[in-house]
């Protein structure tokens, strides 16, 4: 699939030995840039088939700011929307499985229920992967604590669900602060075609 080799190990330590189909289809797409609408039956593993492209994007970005200029850089790189709590944890959880063998991997979870200042901590350090719920990011972004200028992947995880749960304007809002030029995924497990 072209993953780097850290990931490659990470799966291997999770104990997969071929891509799922939604993973052969999606994952090549992604790493090459380009913005995919997935639709799969829950369990087809789509949390790898983004998390595994997000995580290679990090890696990269790591490589080529090793290679150029010390530069700062604030805010996360890729953004995850989930509509639960539950689903973002479990996607926290999924990107720290895959990204194991990334020193320093930085994986920030931000919902509700979560201590305000625990969050805030980690929102004001250096950040790869930020994972989140659409209220509790948009209480981020009006006060100013979460910075999203550098957010070159936008993942919309069970997206038609946020829908149905009224999230549109949130979702709406929060992709308007983004760079115009970024990636886009929305994965769901419902979308007509289910494929």
Do not use: W
Not at 41 to 58: C, D, E, N, W
Not at 151 to 165: I, S
Request: proline letters at 5%; hydrophobic letters at 45%.
């Amino acid at each position: 699939l072209g993953l780097h080799e850290a990931l490659l190990r990470a799966v291997k330590d999770s104990g997969y030995e071929n891509a799922t189909d939604v993973q052969a289809q999606a994952i090549p797409p992604a790493l090459q840039g380009a913005d995919l609408m997935v639709s799969s039956r829950t369990g087809s593993g789509k949390t790898a088939s983004f998390i595994l492209p997000a995580l290679q994007q990090v890696l990269e970005a790591r490589a080529a700011r090793a290679s150029g200029p010390k530069v700062k850089v604030q805010g996360p790189r890729v953004l995850v929307l989930a509509p639960t709590r539950e689903l973002a944890m479990q996607v926290s959880k999924s990107a720290m499985t895959y990204g194991r063998h990334i020193q320093g991997l930085r994986v920030a979870t931000v919902l509700g229920g979560m201590p305000y200042a625990l969050q805030l901590r980690m929102l004001s350090g250096p950040l790869d992967i930020l994972i989140a719920t659409p209220g509790r990011l948009l209480d981020h972004i009006n006060s100013g604590k979460c910075k999203l200028d550098n957010v070159t992947m936008f993942v919309l995880d069970e997206a038609d669900r946020m829908l149905d749960m009224g999230f549109i304007e949130d979702i709406e809002f929060v992709a308007q602060t983004l760079p115009v030029e970024r990636q886009t995924l929305m994965y769901s497990a419902t979308f007509a075609g289910n494929t």
